[in-house]
Nanobody, 126 residues
Framework: QVQLAESGGGLVQAGGSLRLSCAASGRAFSSYAIGWFRQAPGKEREFVAAISGSGGSTDSADSVKGRFTISRDNAKNTVYLQMNSLKPEDTAVYFC???????????????????WGQGTQVTVSS
């Protein structure tokens, strides 16, 4: 089972960019689909984007399509979330999660998550 740690959050003005990283420790990283989720105060955790173990397939929520890009470097055991054109409504704690033998599409259901990171705060000011 992998352990996950997010980094890269912070405070940014609307229209700005941030890149989040999700570093994994453990074995067989490439066998895990990795997803990004976010949770704003008073709201449920929601799916943002996910990538398959090989990196060949991705999926993202409609709210971030065209602005956020997910990628991974299996040699570094790391998944990235490049966030551009940030909006105040993107403000949330962002979590990464791992699903063994999952797909970019099954990650969105959050039904077979094996590991969660501790989260990183992203705040977008208007």
């Amino acid at each position: 089972q992998v352990q996950l740690a997010e980094s890269g959050g912070g405070l940014v003005q609307a229209g700005g960019s941030l890149r989040l990283s999700c570093a994994a420790s453990g074995r067989a990283f490439s066998s895990y689909a990795i997803g990004w989720f976010r949770q704003a105060p008073g709201k449920e955790r929601e799916f943002v984007a996910a990538i398959s173990g090989s990196g060949g397939s991705t999926d993202s929520a409609d709210s971030v399509k065209g602005r956020f890009t997910i990628s991974r470097d299996n040699a570094k055991n790391t998944v990235y979330l490049q966030m551009n054109s940030l909006k105040p409504e993107d403000t949330a704690v962002y979590f990464c999660a791992a699903e063994r033998f999952g797909t970019a599409q099954t990650m969105a259901a959050m039904q077979r998550i094996a590991s969660w990171g501790q989260g990183t705060q992203v705040t977008v000011s208007s």
